[in-house]
């Protein structure tokens, strides 16, 4: 079936080195992604979003790629830092707005 | 601003027992959803509502969860005699209408309610 979900369980990063998470996807009709943080007893945090006519998008210290033809998304956090450490979800839209999202991938920050 | 609140924060709940989880939206916000996160999960959709009529209710795992939002702002997920699998954390979003009046994209969530069933 259709599935958002993500390669690597856990990621451990050196604080100052950049970070990589990857996402893919299954449905080519999706048009829009997000990739939301959620630390420990709390909700899903909007970081950033892309729709499907770009490939590219650039944040605060964050940028999402995203490349249709393999249909994976990435998410690159530049400089990280401890108050990074979190688990990460891509998220994939669906119809009536619902959102798909993959299981999450922990980030652990290493001082 | 205020963000997207959710009470109770915890509630811990005997297998049989209905429960209520309240969700309060950012103010204006059309569209309400909710979802429910297993431990070490990704959120699953729930529900969806634009203003008060509820447009999607296909996720709602079986028909002892309903939802309501009867003035189209504060919506409450009511869970009849609870049972064990329904521990999870059930979270709210919320988003306004863009510029162009569709359904923005971005959906902003709350804290969510972590429901323990015993």
């Known amino acids: 079936g259709e599935s958002v979900g993500l390669h690597l369980p856990t990621l451990s990063v050196q604080e100052g080195d950049n970070s990589i998470i990857n996402c893919a996807y299954s449905n080519s009709a999706s048009d829009y992604f997000i990739w939301y943080k959620q630390e420990s007893g709390k909700g899903p945090q909007f970081i950033i979003d892309?729709?499907?006519?770009?490939d590219k998008r650039q944040g605060q210290r964050v940028t999402v790629l995203l490349n249709k033809t393999v249909k994976h998304l990435s998410l690159q956090i530049a400089a990280t830092q401890p108050g990074d450490s979190a688990v990460y979800f891509c998220a994939e839209r669906r119809g009536n707005n619902r959102l798909a999202f993959g299981k999450g991938n922990q980030v652990v920050v290493i001082p | 601003g205020a963000g997207v609140s959710q009470s109770p924060r915890y509630k811990v709940a005997k297998r049989g027992q209905d429960v209520a989880l309240r969700c309060d939206p950012i103010s204006g916000h059309v569209s309400l959803f909710w979802y429910q996160q297993a431990l070490g999960q990704g959120p699953e959709f729930l529900t969806y509502f634009q203003n008060e009529a509820q447009l999607d209710k296909s996720g709602l795992p079986s028909d002892r969860f309903f939802a309501e939002r009867p003035e189209g702002s504060v919506s409450t997920l009511k869970i009849q005699r609870t049972q064990q699998e329904d521990s999870a954390v059930y979270l709210c979003?919320?988003?306004?209408?863009?510029?162009?009046?569709?359904?923005?994209?971005?959906?902003?969530f709350g804290p969510g309610t972590r429901l323990t069933v015993l």
């Open positions: 892309i729709r499907s006519n770009m």
């Open positions: 979003a919320s988003s306004p209408h863009s510029r162009t009046g569709k359904v923005a994209d971005t959906q902003y």
